[in-house]
């Protein structure tokens, strides 16, 4: 098939699916009592149309990209890491520390900030790569478990002062809340054309770039996916599954850090404004993996599909404005991701039946 | 539908001189590759039909379209005279057609008679069946105890099953896919034998595919033969001999000698009718190769080993002794043979060289310098080549591109700090496919999509561009055909001839006996034996293989 036929292929798929996720919410929302067409107009506004959304709609797609890119690597090597949205909040915790407890004021804090992130992310997955390479513990299992012990831990850091817990002076009358980021160690949020997003966007976009890239093109990149395909075959060839599966670990979690880091610094207020909070992950972990899973683990590919999953959570806001019921509203959301997956779904499903008859072919 | 019914019910049938079956311009393309082209094919009752080729020659997937696997992309099936379409496997179940394929797919927990009533509809009724089967196994001489667990069976026995669960629907006509690649020669007669049965008493149509010359030969009425997905030759076999056969395969000459390991079963009838052939081709044979490789091996005398394994174990999981005190020394030039029965440790001693499997004891040394085992790569870097016995476990990565697998070890040296370049990778690929005859579309093209012979290819040409000082080849020309078999053969020789220590591990004797300057016999674990090729012939390892210590 030519690359023409391929692309038009997609978005046929996408396209159809997505018709069919509208008409089905479309008759839900009419069936509870709602007018569907002022539902979809809303997701339009929310997500790009109305002022200052498609800034929001970046903001929120930057750190899902992030997400997406470190679970592409992990992809890479073969490994399954679903821990991401324990990972972000342990980047977001480490850089909450490091701004409130070690570093001062300043533009290098503020990417020492993002650098303490990513670190708080990849040692809460080196943590599932210890097990997994030293005892052999499955890291679907153990990176999925380590989210609800950051969530505890978190939680437990937000209770004291001398972690994360603010001073009582600033945190008011609340509780489990840190510091708010002082004015100048924020990540700078320039306005464009009415729309104002931090500049981690372009952090993400080039960390897209260079991750194509040290895939595709590099060394380390080679060996990692040969590893991903034929543990044996990488081994023979002298390839360490514990040195590349470890280290692919640890960045899929740094960038999970990353992602969280960045949401703490740079604003929004879905994302705590400048503020830890329980709850602050707010599914961009999960969401996260979901991008890597639309874009079939693949870096490129995935700068579109978290824009598109960034539009659904921000269109999302704009429909519950319309009267609709949350819970209905929900189930759009829901109706539409799956429209998002599905295509891949397809693909990959068709790919492999082809693969197979072909291999069997060539026996 | 119900006129096929009918027809497959009833004894008489059409007019029998007509073909039972007949394919007419069956094209099928995979991607780039033409895997049928134009094929024209008619098999008639009572007649065994033989479609020889090599691997990839086309003849599988002809065999696919006939039952319905694949759906060729033009062409016409008649079955009996009248046009058909077959979309999946139930339709040419319908119309009578049944495959015996190369891969069983029988359930190993269950009896004989279970595995045949599988797929059954209705009631199931023990007695029915096991009556069935008593009646089919004793009409066509295929003795087997219904009762028996398929698990516990040979290969041979096993084939027995699929053969019967096949005739038990009572097809008018019967493909067997490649069926002695996992007989003894005895089994494989009495295939043979039961083939014969079924056609001449019955008036069933057989299609035999095969890559071996000698059993079409011995067992077939009419052979067409396939090359590059056409046909190239088709004749009665009265008018066939092996020498022009294996040529209309092949396209060219090829030495007989090494085509013995491909043809499997012992070639009685070549021995008896062409005494004078065997001379020749013994006189060619000294004349070129092997006559070249002993000279050099003499002129280069090397007593420093290369390669030596020292007291060597390796335990499995519970404690199973899968390498037992191995002591193995290889010099330059030479090529040694590891004889033996299948599973008495080749594939340990091939994973320890490959850096897959740490040992319990003992070392490997490499040009006086101990290795570190199962360290990844570390064999690989000492200057140890493997061509794995199954490519598929260590040896490739089908969902890479063939220049990716043709740089897995080295990747360093198409790369400049750690980027690797494009066109130099391109390049060293595109000459290396030259370079060694690899048939794919390009160095960009999936490894999967290459045929098994080609997929080897690649594997020979990455460990040779290695410049290895040891080459470990195990099984290397397993599953491969009479063309690739010679050309495996002659690199053999070529790379122990420019001065790498090769060891060989087979369990085809006849390979072993050609190429190897020095014999050894492993038998559970531990080398029983060590001969010089002098020494060697059947009877002697036979006797070593068997275990049994003079």
Redesign the interface.
């Given at each position: 098939m030519t690359r023409g036929a391929r692309v038009a292929e997609w978005v046929v798929l996408y396209a159809l699916s997505i018709v069919v996720a509208l008409a089905i919410s479309s008759v839900i929302v009419e069936a509870t009592g709602g007018d569907w067409w002022p539902v979809l107009e809303a997701l339009i506004d929310g997500s790009i149309k109305a002022p200052g959304r498609w800034g929001e709609t970046l903001g929120i797609a930057a750190p899902l990209l992030l997400v997406a890119l470190g679970t592409v690597i992990s992809a890479k090597a073969g490994l399954i890491n679903i821990g991401q949205e324990g990972q972000l909040l342990m980047g977001a915790a480490f850089a909450v520390f490091f701004s409130f407890r070690i570093g001062g004021p300043g533009p290098l804090n503020v990417l020492l900030l993002l650098l303490f992130g990513a670190l708080g992310g990849a040692v809460w997955a080196s943590a599932a790569g210890l097990l997994r390479y030293w005892r052999g513990v499955p890291e679907v299992l153990s990176t999925l478990l380590l989210v609800f012990v950051a969530v505890q831990a978190v939680g437990y850091g937000l209770k004291w002062q001398w972690l994360l817990l603010a001073d009582e002076a600033s945190r008011g009358n609340r509780n489990l809340v840190s510091e708010q980021l002082a004015k100048n160690n924020r990540i700078p949020r320039p306005d464009i054309f009415g729309n104002e997003f931090p500049i981690t966007v372009y952090v993400a976009l080039a960390l897209a770039l260079a991750v194509a890239y040290g895939l595709a093109?590099?060394?380390?990149g080679?060996?990692l996916?040969?590893l991903g395909?034929?543990p044996?075959?990488?081994?023979?060839?002298?390839?360490?599954?514990t040195v590349y599966g470890a280290t692919a670990l640890a960045i899929g979690g740094a960038f999970a850090g990353l992602a969280g880091a960045a949401m703490f610094a740079g604003g929004g207020f879905s994302f705590g404004n400048y503020r830890l909070v329980p709850g602050f992950s707010d599914n961009i972990g999960w969401t996260g993996l979901l991008v890597a899973l639309m874009a079939r683990e693949r870096a490129l590919p995935a700068v579109v599909a978290a824009f598109v999953f960034a539009m659904l959570r921000t269109g999302a806001g704009f429909v519950n404005s319309t009267g609709v019921e949350s819970r209905i509203t929900d189930v759009v959301q829901g109706l539409l991701v799956l429209a998002l997956l599905a295509p891949p779904a397809v693909v990959f499903l068709r790919d492999r039946h082809r693969?197979r008859?072909?291999?069997t072919?060539?026996? | 539908m119900t006129d096929a019914t009918t027809e497959m019910t009833g004894s008489g049938g059409p007019d029998p001189s007509e073909p039972a079956v007949e394919l007419a311009g069956i094209t099928k393309r995979f991607g780039g590759i033409l895997a049928c082209d134009q094929v024209d094919l008619a098999l008639r009752r009572g007649r065994v039909h033989g479609i020889l080729g090599e691997n990839g020659a086309g003849k599988s997937t002809l065999m696919k379209v006939l039952i319905g696997l694949v759906l060729p992309d033009a062409g016409s099936i008649r079955i009996d005279g009248q046009l058909r379409a077959i979309h999946d496997p139930l339709a040419a179940a319908a119309l009578g057609i049944a495959m015996v394929h190369q891969h069983f797919s029988l359930v190993d927990q269950l009896t004989v008679w279970e595995n045949v009533a599988l797929g059954e509809e209705g009631r199931l009724r023990s007695t029915g069946v096991r009556d069935r089967v008593a009646a089919i196994s004793e009409q066509y001489g295929l003795e087997i105890d219904p009762d028996a667990r398929v698990g516990e069976l040979t290969a041979g026995l096993r084939q027995r099953v699929e053969i019967i669960k096949c005739l038990r629907r009572d097809p008018h006509i019967l493909v067997f896919d490649e069926p002695t690649s996992v007989l003894t020669p005895e089994e494989s007669e009495q295939l043979f034998s039961t083939l014969r049965e079924v056609v001449a008493a019955e008036g069933r149509a057989v299609v035999l595919v095969s890559h071996k010359l000698d059993e079409v030969l011995h067992a077939t009425d009419e052979i067409t033969i396939m090359r590059q997905g056409r046909v190239v030759d088709r004749r009665p076999t009265g008018e066939a001999d092996a020498r022009s056969l294996a040529r209309a395969m092949v396209g060219r000459e090829v030495s007989l000698r090494s085509e013995r390991a491909a043809f499997g079963i012992a070639d009685i009838e070549e021995a008896a009718d062409s005494g004078t052939a065997a001379e020749i081709e013994e006189a060619e044979r000294e004349s070129d190769t092997g006559a070249e490789h002993r000279q050099s091996a003499e002129t280069t005398p090397s007593n420093e080993p290369v390669l030596r394994i020292e007291g060597v174990s390796v335990r499995g999981r519970g404690g199973a002794r899968l390498l037992d005190d191995i002591s193995l020394d290889l010099r330059a030039g030479e090529i040694v043979g590891v004889a033996g029965v299948e599973g008495n440790g080749q594939r340990t001693l091939g994973d320890l060289l490959s850096s897959l499997i740490p040992v319990d004891a003992g070392r490997v040394v490499v040009n006086d310098s101990a290795v570190r085992t199962s360290a990844p790569g570390a064999m690989a870097k000492a200057g140890i080549g493997v061509i794995p016995e199954d490519r598929h476990d260590s040896g490739v990565v089908l969902d890479m591109t063939v220049a990716e697998n043709l740089l897995m070890v080295d990747p360093h040296r198409v790369a400049r700090h750690g980027v690797m370049d494009k066109g130099q990778v391109t390049e060293t690929a595109q000459r290396m496919i030259e370079e060694f005859d690899i048939g794919c579309s390009g160095p960009d093209a999936p490894l999967w999509s290459l045929s098994g012979g080609n997929q080897q290819r690649v594997v020979l040409a990455r460990e040779l561009a290695a410049e290895p000082d040891v080459l470990v080849a195990a099984q290397p020309t397993r599953g491969l055909d009479v063309g690739a078999i010679e050309y495996m053969t002659d690199r053999l020789r070529q790379t122990a001839a420019d001065g790498v220590a090769v060891l060989l591990i087979s369990s085809e004797l006849e390979e072993i006996l050609e190429l190897s300057d020095r014999i050894v016999v492993m038998s559970r674990g531990r080398i029983v034996g060590e001969l010089s090729q002098a020494d060697a012939n059947l009877e002697t390892l036979g006797l070593l293989m068997g275990g049994s210590t003079e």
């Open positions: 093109r590099t060394v380390w080679f060996r996916r040969m395909h034929n044996r075959a990488a081994q023979r060839s002298g390839v360490s599954s693969a008859a072909a291999a072919e060539r026996v | -």
